[in-house]
């Protein structure tokens, strides 16, 4: 059974750091590229972060570039997103997917709310 489980987030202020993660299962962890996408209230899904099989790429959206780095630990099966200098804009629900090939979402996990106060 795949599982994909996110933790970390909460309610921080404007400037301030925090790290989610996302704990995964079922699958062969290190042949997947794994995402972070954000879906605000109101407002469609939309990508923040990829990361490759082996971790050598990666990319981020402009909206978090120079702020937010998006990690893995394949030995774990585990992906990270630190986001820094958060801001309010920030606030969305954090979801961590995998895809087997790049832009492709085969598995989501339930997300994780996160809410930065101005």
């Known amino acids: 059974q795949v599982q994909l489980v996110e933790s970390g987030g909460g309610l921080v202020q404007a400037g301030d750091s925090l790290r989610v993660s996302c704990a995964t299962s079922g699958f062969t962890f290190d042949s997947y590229w794994m995402y972070w996408v954000r879906q605000a209230p109101g407002k469609e899904r939309e990508f923040v972060a990829a990361i490759s099989r082996s971790g050598g790429s990666t990319y981020t959206a402009d909206s978090v570039k120079g702020r937010f780095t998006i990690s893995r630990d394949n030995a774990k099966n585990t992906v990270y997103l630190q986001m820094n200098s958060l801001k309010p804009e920030d606030t969305a629900v954090y979801y961590c997917?995998?895809?087997?090939?790049?832009?492709?979402?085969?598995?989501w996990g339930q997300g994780t709310q996160v809410t930065v106060s101005s």
């Open positions: 997917a995998a895809g087997v090939s790049f832009r492709q979402y085969d598995y």
